[in-house]
């Protein structure tokens, strides 16, 4: 069952646009956005299931140099 879901990241600073460069490398990635406001860049991922949502968080966004913090938002419904 495929997934979506949205990563809202807060960055170290001086490292928005290494963050952005390492997401642009991620090919689940549809949609990165540097935003103003409690996070500093906001990304969709589209995925075929949640153990590659897993493996997505825990093995490449953690390991990513400069993110801070990260809260996700897994899509339920779209209209």
Excluded: W
Excluded at 2 to 20: E, L, N, R, T, W
Excluded at 28 to 39: K, L, M, N, P
Excluded at 42 to 61: C, G, Q
């Amino acid at each position: 069952m495929a997934v979506s879901a949205y990563f809202m990241c807060k960055v170290f600073m001086g490292y928005i646009q290494d963050v952005v460069e390492a997401l642009r490398g991620l090919e689940t990635a549809t949609s990165i956005t540097v935003t103003t406001g409690e996070f500093d860049i906001i990304v969709r991922f589209d995925l075929p299931d949640l153990e590659a949502l897993y493996d997505l968080t825990v093995n490449h966004i953690g390991k990513i140099k400069g993110m801070e913090s990260v809260t996700t938002a897994v899509v339920e419904k779209e209209f």
